[in-house]
């Protein structure tokens, strides 16, 4: 069964800092990758996907992740962060089921505090 | 506004309580899920319709009794719940077939007295 690993529970940056957010999945073929991000008391909003192609892609606000297959890594960034930028983030591997719907699997979540 | 509407946004019930919550999809896709978050826990998927049929129920306890009567629309039954049910209750869609992503709604913030 596939899992997704987000050793940081909480991370906190400078604004205008840069951001990386680490994500490490277990997987047996390659996935579909996610990150989605969380404003409290709200759902999920897509950031950006890895389906396949260009490993490093590049989603909303401003931010990346790069698809690394040896270290089954797909750790997001942002050059810098904006005080917006709190919330939490959650790392997600996709895989489509023998019926053919996508089944998700969610890391714990990184909850990232934005400080003056 | 994401796609996914849900309702209510927040419920408080008593374990006696039989209540619902409705999840609407104005994008068009074939397949609907409910998940569940958890403080401290990863987001749990409970069931998983596809083309208006159950194809997946994630040992659910029988307390949560799902309902798709169309691709647009999911609702989630509840009767008898328990506190340790309290948590928010998220609905997404997608449309299977490759390079899809799930949308999410808002959530319903469900606090079980």
């Known amino acids: 069964a596939q899992s997704v690993t987000q050793p940081d529970i909480h991370i906190t940056v400078s604004e205008g800092a840069s951001l990386e957010l680490r994500c490490n999945y277990s997987y047996g073929a390659t996935p579909y990758l996610f990150w989605y991000v969380q404003s409290p008391g709200q759902g999920l909003q897509l950031l950006l996907k890895y389906f396949s192609g260009d490993t490093l892609v590049q989603g909303i606000k401003g931010f990346e992740a790069e698809f690394k297959r040896s270290q089954s890594s797909f750790n997001l960034r942002k050059p810098s962060v904006h005080w917006s930028d709190a919330a939490e983030y959650f790392c997600?591997?996709?895989?489509?089921?023998?019926?053919?719907?996508?089944?998700?699997?969610f890391g714990t979540g990184t909850r990232l505090t934005i400080i003056p | 506004e994401t796609g996914v509407t849900q309702t209510p946004r927040h419920l408080v019930m008593g374990m006696t309580n039989k209540k619902s919550l409705k999840c609407e999809q104005h994008?068009?896709?074939?397949?609907m899920y409910w998940y569940k978050q958890s403080a401290k826990k990863p987001l749990e998927l409970m069931f998983v319709y596809s083309l208006e049929e159950r194809v997946e129920n994630n040992s659910v306890p029988s307390r949560f009794s799902p309902e798709c009567p169309n691709s647009s629309h999911l609702f989630l039954h509840l009767h008898t719940l328990q506190p340790e049910d309290s948590a928010l209750y998220l609905c997404?869609?997608?449309?299977?077939?490759?390079?899809?992503?799930?949308?999410f709604g808002q959530g319903t913030r469900l606090t079980v007295v």
């Open positions: 997404a869609s997608s449309q299977f077939g490759g390079n899809t992503e799930a949308f």
């Open positions: 994008l068009g896709h074939n397949a």
């Open positions: 997600a591997v996709g895989l489509i089921s023998n019926f053919g719907n996508e089944k998700l699997t």
